[in-house]
């Protein structure tokens, strides 16, 4: 059975985004970026819900070829176009950059996925991942909490059906305060 994680950037006050879609809080300083880097190489499929997507793939799939980029972000964006990724949206139109569009049940492909072989998955986007949640799917919660208070926005957890029980299994400090929290969900 293959890992589900949900890994994050979040406001300390819970949000994913701020009012309007706002993403300028999470300023990431070179040791931060490369761990995000990392990740994503070591990440068999991502999984994407449609607002996710369409800011990774509005960016990523060219951003190597920017005049002011830096070696690190050239690398992420390699990575980036070479993981296999599954988008989840009835409303999107074609994908590429090695990805696949279900347009069905999210939580039925993500079992699905869970029970192929291969490397770890990882999914992303607040919605998605509620779905995931609420389903029981997800077995480990990574967390990058900043030190910033939004006021508002898209919040990281939706309302779940059930408590969720969560082991911490790692913490890590970024500069600028960011803190990296890894929690295994507890079965």
């Known amino acids: 059975m293959r890992k589900l ?16 879609d706002d993403l300028g809080w999470g300023v990431p300083s070179d040791e931060w970026f490369q761990w995000w880097s990392d990740r994503v190489a070591a990440t068999g499929t991502a999984l994407y819900g449609r607002r996710l997507w369409e800011a990774m793939s509005s960016h990523w799939p060219t951003a190597d070829q920017q005049p002011d980029v830096t070696p690190a972000q050239a690398e992420y964006a390699r990575r980036w ?20 569009l279900v347009t069905g049940d999210a939580v039925t ?10 490397g770890v998955m990882d999914i992303g986007g ?17 967390l990058v909490t ?3 208070l939004v006021g508002g926005g898209k919040p990281l957890f939706a309302t779940l059906d059930n408590w969720v029980n ?7 400090t970024f500069p600028g305060g960011v803190l990296l929290t890894r929690y295994e969900t507890r079965r």
């Open 126 to 142: 607040a919605t998605l991942a509620a779905a995931a949640m609420r389903g029981g799917l997800i077995d480990e919660y990574v």
């Open 166 to 172: 969560l082991a911490l299994v790692e913490t890590r």
């Open 5 to 20: 994680t949900f890994g994050m950037n979040v406001s300390l006050d819970g949000y994913v985004a701020a009012p309007g």
């Open 146 to 148: 900043h030190p910033v």
């Open 109 to 118: 492909e993500i079992t699905r996925l869970k029970a192929e072989g291969g």
């Open 81 to 100: 176009r070479e993981m296999p990724k599954v988008v989840f949206s009835s409303t999107t139109g074609p994908v590429d950059w090695n990805t696949r």
